[in-house]
């Protein structure tokens, strides 16, 4: 049975046998290799079974402290996690120290939303009335109204009533199958009838997308991407515009206007509330700025 004295040499049997059992890649290889290098030099003369749970929790806490991020810890903790069970398999090891052990968790990004100025900025003024501009113009204004995931729009159907422009609504089923009702505003209708209109001669034969791209079938959720972010360099936008964007800006400016978290979370679909939790802090970022630019004791001198 080895212990620290042949460390290096477990590493190396370790590494062959997920090259040769697992196929791993090259890459992959080279970032476990340096996650056992990186144990290896923690532990110093500890040899590998001397490592407990506690220790191996002060391993994590060094390396958080050298600027390690989360994810880099979670990884470098898996690749651990797996030499030891390794170990305790074909070397006899009394027990894996890294079972139950977990990284920090990292802090969760903000979600990217438009300014309310900047969202108006976007969709107005006049394109033109080619069938693509019409029909750019509709997507946008129904995912920017109704806070629509992209591929919620993309399969949209034009005949079977989900759309219904007397009724200012449209149904989508999103993720887990779960299908929710929201409003469509005024604009966005407008735009929807235009497209409507140009759409049936533009369409294939039989076609039930509601949205069709050049070959007059379904449009490709990575066309809208395109085109949106095409049309949002037109019109001199500095940050790169994606659809996701534009239900993060119906949520964040819902959310700032009306203060109702519950009706935010039924319009997005979200399951859990928490998950619409998060354009509070949107929110909050928003009144930081006011703050700062009107407060006297806020401004820097």
């Known amino acids: 049975m080895r212990g620290r004295g042949d460390g290096a040499t477990l590493?190396?049997?370790y590494l062959e046998a997920l090259r040769s059992q697992r196929r791993l890649s090259p890459a992959t290889l080279r970032n476990y290799a340096h996650a056992l290098n990186l144990l290896l030099s923690l532990l110093e003369q500890d040899d590998l079974q001397s490592l407990d749970a506690a220790q191996a929790r002060r391993f994590v806490g060094v390396l958080h402290s050298r600027g390690l991020s989360p994810r880099t810890l979670a990884l470098t903790l898996s690749a651990w996690r797996g030499w030891y069970h390794w170990l305790v398999r074909q070397h006899g090891f009394e027990a894996n120290p890294l079972v139950g052990l977990r990284a920090?968790?990292?802090?969760?990004?903000?979600?990217?939303a438009l300014s309310v100025d900047t969202a108006q900025r976007l969709l107005e003024g006049e394109e033109?009335?080619?069938a693509d501009t019409v029909r750019d113009r509709a997507m946008f204004e129904l995912l920017y109204?109704?806070?629509?995931?992209l591929a919620e729009l993309v399969a949209l159907n034009i005949d079977d009533g989900r759309l219904d422009l007397r009724q200012a609504e449209v149904t989508v089923t999103g993720k887990g199958s779960k299908t929710r009702t929201v409003p469509v505003g005024?604009?966005?209708r407008e735009a929807l009838k235009d497209w409507i209109a140009?759409?049936?001669?533009?369409?294939?034969?039989n076609e039930k997308a509601l949205f069709v791209?050049?070959?007059g079938r379904r449009i490709s959720p990575a066309v809208v991407g395109a085109r949106l972010a095409a049309w949002a360099r037109r019109r001199g936008l500095a940050e790169r515009v994606h659809p996701h964007m534009l239900r993060h800006s119906f949520a964040s400016h819902v959310l700032q206007s009306s203060q109702d978290l519950r009706a935010v979370q039924e319009m997005l679909g979200h399951a859990s509330i928490s998950t619409t939790?998060?354009?509070t802090h949107l929110d909050f970022q928003a009144l930081a700025k006011v703050y700062d630019a009107a407060h006297p004791r806020a401004k820097k001198k």
């Open 277 to 279: 939790q998060v354009y």
């Open 213 to 215: 791209g050049a070959r």
């Open 186 to 188: 005024a604009r966005a």
């Open 128 to 130: 033109g009335t080619t």
């Open 104 to 112: 920090p968790k990292a802090k969760r990004a903000l979600p990217k």
């Open 145 to 149: 109204s109704s806070g629509l995931r």
């Open 198 to 205: 140009k759409r049936n001669g533009i369409a294939v034969p």
């Open 11 to 13: 590493a190396r049997e």
